[in-house]
């Protein structure tokens, strides 16, 4: 029970493309499930992808007929978990009894459908979706696509003997946002990128330290020749794309904040490595951050976890 067999899915989506990037999840959810894997983890917004266009194209354009023509694909490719999206892959958790954490691009419904928000998806082994999170803040040039989400997805699961919680990107560096995930008695913390070591190498072991939990850092690849033909106004995008826009950076550490895989770079596939329950424990012995170090008499934190909707229907 201890023991804890984990892959960090460091793949490139087909960019802007759904049903083609389902396909490489669903790939790898099998081969993690047929090597034994109870735990499958993927980067920030990998489907149906990051939107990379912001910065090559002037995205804070306003009234750009670029701008309104991707975002319009965009819209289209993004995931509707209402609709069932995400049947496939709940069918394959749930046929190798393995765990899953998803970065999504979602249309919430329940938001009228036309919102984005950059989420991170569990699903259970038993294929179940758990909970959904919606980016609390977008960062810098992503608010131009994505919605600020809400406290609804912070949330921590279950699995043998640990406690899984989730975070995106940058809302990673929200002291908050991670106590509040400490609080529920989280020990295993997923960090899901985009794809950069420059994001993963510092903070991966800086969380790991300052909770005493394993990290798993998981992140994308991109190449500017990753851009698919039929992109909207591919020539402005590539036009002054560097060749390599992700490396990936995927990692894990310990809970002393030392590495168990340092950063991967620029390889594609699973980064497959057992976590040792026990190893939380030993390192918990000196520090507890919401144990025996905190002083709630103190200081103490609320946690609004209601989903945000601008309709309270009553029938």
Same mark, same amino acid.
């Given at each position: 029970?201890?023991?804890?067999?984990?892959?960090?899915?460091?793949?490139?989506?087909?960019?802007?493309?759904?049903?083609?990037?389902?396909?490489?999840?669903?790939?790898?959810?099998?081969?993690?499930?047929?090597?034994?894997?109870?735990?499958?983890?993927?980067?920030?917004?990998?489907?149906?992808?990051?939107?990379f266009?912001?910065?090559?194209?002037?995205?804070?354009?306003?009234?750009?007929?670029?701008?309104?023509?991707? /975002?319009?694909?965009?819209?289209?490719?993004?995931?509707?978990i209402?609709?069932?999206?995400?049947?496939?892959?709940?069918?394959?958790?749930?046929?190798?009894?393995?765990?899953?954490?998803?970065?999504?691009?979602?249309?919430?419904?329940?938001?009228?459908? /036309?919102?984005?928000?950059?989420?991170?998806?569990?699903?259970?082994?038993?294929?179940?979706?758990?909970?959904? /999170?919606?980016?609390?803040?977008?960062?810098?040039?992503?608010?131009?696509?994505?919605?600020?989400?809400?406290?609804?997805?912070?949330?921590?699961?279950?699995?043998?003997?640990?406690?899984?919680?989730?975070?995106?990107?940058?809302?990673?560096?929200?002291?908050?946002?991670?106590?509040?995930?400490?609080?529920?008695?989280?020990?295993? /913390?997923?960090?899901?990128?985009?794809?950069?070591?420059?994001?993963?190498?510092?903070?991966?072991r800086?969380?790991?330290?300052?909770?005493?939990?394993?990290?798993?850092?998981?992140?994308?690849?991109?190449?500017?020749?990753?851009?698919?033909?039929?992109?909207?106004?591919?020539?402005?995008?590539?036009?002054?794309?560097?060749d390599?826009?992700?490396n990936?950076?995927?990692?894990?550490?310990?809970?002393?904040?030392?590495?168990?895989?340092?950063?991967?770079?620029?390889?594609?596939?699973?980064?497959?490595?057992?976590?040792?329950?026990?190893?939380?424990?030993?390192?918990?012995?000196?520090?507890?951050?919401?144990?025996?170090?905190?002083?709630?008499?103190?200081?103490?934190?609320?946690?609004?976890?209601?989903?945000?909707?601008?309709?309270?229907i009553?029938?």
């Amino acid at each position: 029970m201890n023991l804890l067999k984990v892959a960090l899915a460091q793949i490139s989506p087909v960019w802007l493309n759904k049903a083609k990037t389902l396909d490489k999840v669903c790939a790898s959810v099998l081969e993690a499930g047929e090597k034994g894997c109870e735990l499958i983890v993927f980067g920030e917004g990998l489907l149906p992808g990051y939107p990379f266009w912001l910065s090559l194209t002037n995205g804070a354009e306003f009234n750009s007929s670029v701008q309104k023509e991707i /975002h319009a694909h965009y819209i289209r490719n993004a995931v509707q978990i209402e609709a069932g999206d995400l049947d496939d892959v709940c069918k394959l958790a749930k046929e190798h009894k393995i765990s899953i954490y998803l970065g999504i691009i979602e249309r919430g419904k329940n938001r009228g459908g /036309h919102s984005l928000y950059c989420s991170l998806v569990y699903i259970n082994e038993a294929g179940q979706i758990q909970s959904v /999170h919606r980016k609390l803040q977008p960062t810098y040039e992503e608010r131009l696509t994505w919605s600020p989400g809400d406290g609804n997805g912070l949330q921590v699961h279950s699995l043998k003997e640990f406690t899984l919680g989730g975070l995106n990107c940058w809302e990673n560096w929200m002291p908050l946002a991670r106590t509040a995930l400490y609080g529920l008695g989280e020990n295993l /913390h997923v960090a899901a990128w985009p794809g950069s070591d420059r994001n993963t190498v510092d903070i991966t072991r800086f969380i790991a330290k300052e909770s005493r939990s394993f990290v798993i850092s998981v992140s994308g690849l991109m190449d500017v020749a990753d851009f698919p033909a039929d992109t909207p106004h591919l020539e402005k995008i590539v036009e002054k794309a560097p060749d390599e826009l992700a490396n990936g950076g995927s990692c894990v550490a310990g809970p002393d904040g030392e590495w168990v895989v340092e950063p991967v770079i620029g390889k594609e596939g699973l980064i497959i490595q057992t976590l040792d329950f026990n190893r939380v424990l030993e390192e918990r012995q000196n520090f507890d951050v919401a144990g025996h170090y905190s002083r709630p008499d103190v200081t103490r934190l609320t946690v609004n976890r209601e989903r945000q909707s601008i309709l309270d229907i009553k029938d």
